[in-house]
């Protein structure tokens, strides 16, 4: 097999294309022979060591990828040779195998198409878990979804659409916005040349969103709550903008909202149950029509270097995909 090896996280750049050992499972792990792998953003984070996430040198990046399953270690029930697998095992992505624990893999549709299957679990059980779980969004309420155009965010605005809610978009350029507008958001803002405190004024009549979607952070994070509804929920999903935003304390005592944490990855692993039948659930709305991960472009996986330097360059719109074969 080869991968793109890790041996200093000092950026994508020092990632080797590199021959080793073809893997064998072990118990309870499925190997996979990867057809499709997204990029996201923490992957972006853990070669450079910024992630929450610190893998033991050297490592495999690609924190999520789909593929076809070749091998199933003892104890595994459920899967079989031949079956199609999304894995979010947080490393071993970009390669061309890789073998995962079975908890963090999900049994796709035969017919699913790759890409949108690398594309799907990670942006999906995020944004479900946040709104429908953490903020138990409730249809007629109004979603602020930050960052509308990235991975995660494009995925919060058909999650709050086919809860009912009504969703506003905010992104950092006109394309973005559009492009948003054309997932299913109601109205987009360009904090870059709008006034996000002002524009959610207008939006909403002076009430303000009561469910503010963040995984940007920076200094958005601020005017955001300042506009957010009474007892509005704050989801805190991430820090794109590098910069972690701070609040001052009296804001969620004026306005009796929450400031919420998301950490889809813990609860996965603290409650698996409730995990599994989201996914599930997720799953079931795949097969509906009622999602579809927005692909921004396929990539070789030879190209993995230019993928993170346009995902650094912040001109991703949906999910970026490199591809074996």
């Known amino acids: 097999m080869h991968a793109w090896l890790c041996k200093t996280p000092?950026?994508?750049?020092?990632?080797?294309?590199?021959?080793?050992?073809?893997?064998?499972?072990g118990p309870g792990e499925?190997?996979?022979?990867?057809?499709?792998?997204?990029?996201?953003?923490?992957?972006?984070?853990?070669?450079?060591?910024?992630?929450?996430?610190?893998?033991e040198l050297p490592f495999v990046p690609g924190c999520e990828y789909a593929g076809i399953v070749r091998a199933v270690g003892n104890g595994v029930s459920g899967y079989s040779p031949g079956d199609r697998a999304a894995c979010y095992a947080g490393t071993g992505g970009f390669a061309t195998h890789a073998v995962a624990p079975v908890e963090k893999c999900l049994r796709m549709p035969s017919d699913c198409d790759?890409?949108?299957a690398a594309a799907f679990v990670m942006a999906y059980a995020t944004s479900h878990h946040a709104l429908m779980?953490?903020?138990?969004?409730?249809?007629?309420?109004?979603?602020?979804?930050?960052?509308?155009?990235?991975?995660?965010?494009?995925?919060?605005?058909?999650?709050?659409?086919?809860?009912?809610?009504?969703?506003?978009?905010?992104a950092s350029t006109s394309a973005k916005c559009a492009y948003c507008v054309e997932l299913g958001a109601q109205a987009a803002i360009n904090y870059a040349t709008q006034d996000l405190r002002a524009e959610l004024k207008a939006l909403t009549d002076g009430r303000g969103p009561d469910v503010i979607y963040d995984p940007v952070g920076g200094p958005y994070a601020e005017p955001a709550f300042r506009s957010i509804a009474w007892r509005g929920r704050y989801l805190v999903v991430g820090f794109a903008a590098g910069a972690i935003g701070a609040l001052p304390m009296n804001l969620p005592l004026l306005k009796g909202a929450s400031v919420v944490g998301v950490f889809w990855g813990d609860y996965a692993r603290r409650e698996p149950a409730a995990n599994a039948r989201m996914l599930d659930e997720l799953v079931d709305m795949l097969r509906a029509g009622a999602l579809k991960p927005p692909i921004d472009r396929i990539m070789p996986m030879s190209e993995l270097k230019a993928?993170?330097?346009?995902?650094?360059?912040r001109k991703v719109m949906g999910k970026l995909i490199v591809r074996n074969g």
């Open 133 to 170: 779980d953490r903020a138990a969004l409730k249809a007629g309420e109004t979603v602020l979804v930050l960052g509308g155009a990235g991975g995660v965010g494009s995925s919060a605005i058909q999650i709050a659409r086919a809860a009912g809610a009504r969703v506003i978009a905010a």
């Open 10 to 25: 000092t950026g994508a750049q020092d990632l080797a294309w590199t021959e080793l050992p073809a893997p064998a499972p």
């Open 307 to 313: 993928a993170y330097a346009r995902m650094n360059d």
């Open 30 to 55: 499925l190997l996979i022979e990867i057809e499709a792998a997204s990029l996201n953003f923490p992957d972006l984070l853990i070669v450079q060591n910024k992630y929450q996430f610190k893998p």
């Open 114 to 116: 790759p890409a949108e």
